[in-house]
């Protein structure tokens, strides 16, 4: 039975080389690189990630590692059982000067057949792309500048990741022969470079590039990697106050100052709902008072240091409230809140307070279960 490659395969295109789950790498490796995407004839496509654009100055002339790889696929593809399905190469240069090439299959999940009349002969179709990962490394350590001109600069090693979506390894020939790869690499360069509004070329900077036939070549995305943002932080809950259990919303607004540190500044409101039962009319009526308040909040620490800031994980957080709005016997008109987050799970949050009036008059303990982000 032949095998029959069909030339364009959108439909099974692997998922990573478009979710930033590339193979051999960790979400997080990615996450302040910028993104280029092309696409090529056949329904080929390349996804650069770059940690910025002089890192990928170096590594433009990606049409000869492609070359390399070329050559040394050739060496073992004899050895190789023609199939159907998919593979991931990850091709990367080694520091001895030699070149590493690890090779994954994925077994189809399905199999497809096309029957022709003229031929008795059915043809088996391949329903899924392959995956060819180039990782370039700088070839010496890069010195970056940092913004105290008293502090030293930090010297680190980049890669650069060119993942190339293939309707079959073996059309990687054709990309070299007519230096499609370079081409659009240098049209992206000169885009950035030309780019108004923000200057591209600075470090801080990242953003998305895509090159297509039907879009053409655009921008978007474009951030700079430490910019400040808020956080929002919608919730419900109930606590345990004065031997009843008490409802209650909440909605926080935490500034961070930095989206890769770990500390936000939080203003919140949070409004709370008693029933009492009015003797008279035989009726239960709901009360509710709110309380404004301000602290500091905690965010995970344990991630990699180069991923931003999860805001879904709070380790712990410090507020001080006050009575702004008050309907009902509950609280006098100088009550104060302290309450603080000791524990999360999930979209769990358990938060144990006090209420008193003044310096610390009448102090009330609380428990709070907070559910929300």
């Known amino acids: 039975m032949k095998t029959f490659i069909t030339t364009m395969l959108a439909a099974g295109i692997l998922s ?36 910025n654009v002089r890192s990928l100055q170096q590594f433009q002339n990606i049409d000869s590692t492609l070359a390399l790889f070329v050559r040394d696929f050739k060496k073992i593809k004899t050895g190789l059982e023609e199939t159907t399905n998919a593979r991931t190469v990850i091709y990367k240069p080694l520091s001895n000067g030699h070149y590493q090439l690890d090779l994954k299959e994925h077994t189809s999940a399905q199999q497809r057949f096309q029957l022709r009349p003229q031929n008795a002969e059915p043809l088996l179709l391949k329903t899924s792309q392959d995956t060819l990962l180039i990782v370039q490394n700088a070839t010496a350590p890069i010195q970056i500048k940092v913004g105290n001109p008293n502090a030293k600069s930090l010297v680190v090693n980049e890669s650069v990741y060119f993942c190339f979506v293939l309707n079959n390894l073996e059309d990687a020939q054709g990309l ?125 620490f344990r991630r990699p240091s180069s991923k931003h800031i999860n805001t879904e994980k709070v380790l712990f957080g410090a507020y001080l409230g006050h009575s702004v709005s008050r309907n009902g016997p509950i609280f006098d008109k100088n009550t104060w809140n ?30 709070r279960l907070q559910i929300g982000i």
């Open 176 to 300: 070299v022969e007519t230096s499609t790869a370079n081409a659009h690499l240098l049209k992206a360069l000169e885009d950035v470079k030309k780019y108004t509004g923000h200057d591209l070329t600075d470090e801080r900077f990242s953003f998305e590039y895509t090159d297509t036939p039907l879009s053409g070549r655009m921008f978007s995305k474009v951030k700079n990697k430490k910019e400040d943002f808020i956080a929002v932080h919608p919730s419900f809950g109930i606590g345990l106050f004065r031997n009843q259990w008490v409802p209650n919303s909440q909605l926080d607004f935490t500034f961070i100052p930095n989206k890769y540190k770990t500390i936000g500044y939080t203003l919140g409101w949070r409004s709370m709902f008693f029933t009492e039962h009015n003797d008279q009319t035989q009726r239960f009526m709901t009360h509710s008072n709110g309380f404004v308040h301000l602290g500091v909040t905690f965010y995970d």
């Open 16 to 51: 990573h080389a478009f979710a930033q789950n590339l193979p051999g790498t960790k979400p997080w490796v990615l996450e302040k690189h910028s993104r280029y995407q092309f696409e090529f004839e056949k329904g080929n496509k390349l996804v650069v990630y770059a940690p």
């Open 338 to 367: 302290f309450s603080m987050t000791v524990m999360t799970y999930g979209m769990f949050k358990i938060q144990p307070e006090i209420y008193f009036n003044g310096f610390f008059k009448s102090v009330q303990p609380s428990l």
